[in-house]
């Protein structure tokens, strides 16, 4: 899912950063919480050529270690100001091959894997570090940092250990850095006690540290808590509750976030009186954020003309942006045009 992008997979296997709204949402604007196959496979052929030059990102013994502070301090900016994938990962992917940054391989690899909801899968994380060359040298100046307070370099090393299951370590890592403050480490350890991964499930701490996160500005820990109390998971439903966190996270760009006030417009829900075209309006911004589910349905109202002018063209253009991201509904959407077979 394109949306507060990072943090781990949930209870269906989708990413927690990339959760949306609840199952009110019907009709066209069902939120979909499948993964983006097509996207992961897009993005790795997209750098394949690049990751066959020498060995860029080798951390060789002699780095300094304000030089592997800053590369640690670059990469987790980056994390914390963008919240949509797309973004994201082309500015991880700046980095990596202007700055030669080593450490970007593991939250590029964690956003991948996340929007394909295979995040407890192991193999697939440590290919996509291959694939990025992604030197494991990389982790004993990681270490150092962390050990010596360093709240990014902890953070780093808790999302590499949570992606290949070494949960402990894991949760000691985001533990530290989250209580210096980082908030995506906040948002990530809100997952360890959401399912409990090397520890009891706990979802009073759990969504205490998704609200720690959300308030400390973490777009993803808003759309997880609109999520958690749109569903009524863990706390009482609340949908003005909900859609109080999808607004903050909106307020921060978030194509999620965006994607369910949109939904409250277009459905006259969650506290919004009804207002189409400002649903409308909100839907685009958030497909062109990258949100797959938004993507297929501005491409529906192009195709029927529904709150828009009749653009077939632009129809096609986003059932193929969202198909690209294996929206199922849209790549039947394109069949369906191809065919000659029109709703």
Do not use: C
């Not at 004993?140 to 250990?161: E, I, P, R, S």
């Not at 632009?314 to 199922?328: F, G, H, S, V």
């Amino acid at each position: 899912m394109a949306a507060a992008g990072g943090a781990f997979d949930s209870q269906s296997n989708i990413d927690p950063g990339y959760e949306e709204t609840g199952s009110e949402f019907n009709n066209d604007y069902q939120t979909d919480e499948s993964a983006a196959d097509g996207f992961l496979a897009a993005a790795s052929e997209e750098e394949e050529d690049t990751t066959q030059l020498p060995d860029e990102n080798t951390v060789s013994a002699d780095v300094d270690i304000e030089q592997a502070k800053t590369w640690a301090d670059q990469l987790v900016a980056i994390d914390e100001k963008i919240p949509n994938d797309a973004a994201r990962i082309a500015a991880y992917q700046n980095l990596m091959h202007t700055d030669n940054n080593p450490y970007v391989p593991i939250l590029m690899a964690n956003t991948l894997v996340n929007m394909n909801g295979q995040s407890r899968e192991v193999d697939v994380y440590e290919n996509q570090l291959q694939q990025y060359d992604f030197d494991r040298e990389a982790l004993t100046h990681l270490d150092q940092l962390g050990t010596d307070g360093d709240a990014n370099a902890m953070y780093l090393l808790g999302v590499y250990y949570y992606q290949t299951r070494h949960y402990e370590a894991a949760k000691s890592w985001l533990e530290q850095a989250a209580n210096r403050g980082n908030s995506n480490a906040m948002n990530q350890l809100a997952w360890i006690y959401r399912e409990g991964l090397g520890v009891a499930e706990d979802m009073g701490e759990a969504i205490d540290w998704h609200r720690r996160a959300a308030e400390a500005g973490s777009a993803r820990a808003m759309t997880n808590l609109g999520y958690l109390y749109s569903m009524g998971i863990g706390v009482e439903k609340g949908q003005d509750t909900a859609a109080f966190w999808y607004q903050q996270a909106a307020n921060l760009n978030s194509a999620s976030g965006l994607y369910a006030i949109a939904v409250y417009y277009l459905n006259g829900s969650g506290g919004y009186r009804q207002d189409s075209a400002k649903g409308v309006r909100l839907l685009l911004k958030s497909a062109e954020l990258g949100h797959e589910r938004a993507m297929y349905a501005i491409g529906r109202r192009y195709e029927h003309g529904d709150g828009v002018s009749q653009d077939m063209n632009k129809a096609i253009y986003w059932y193929e942006q969202a198909a690209e991201l294996d929206e199922p509904d849209a790549i039947v959407a394109l069949r369906q045009i191809v065919n000659g077979v029109w709703d």
